[in-house]
């Protein structure tokens, strides 16, 4: 498979999620997905992409204001 694309089994790995937890991630649209076939896969891009937005959300939720 492509080295860009990743799947389910990868994507749970690289975020430390279970099977579910990335099932609902996909479906709530947190995730862009996409099929080859029947198998479900990820662009390595997307899951940066959605990396990025998270922890950047973070850093500003924690900023205080003095």
Known sequence: MNENLITIPQLCKELGIGKSTAYK?????????????????????????????????KENTSTSIS
Not at 33 to 45: D, E, F
């Open 25 to 57: 991630m996909l479906k709530s649209g947190q995730i862009a997905y996409g099929h080859i076939g029947r198998k479900i896969v990820i662009h390595r891009s997307e899951l940066e992409r959605y990396i990025l937005q998270t922890t950047h959300k």
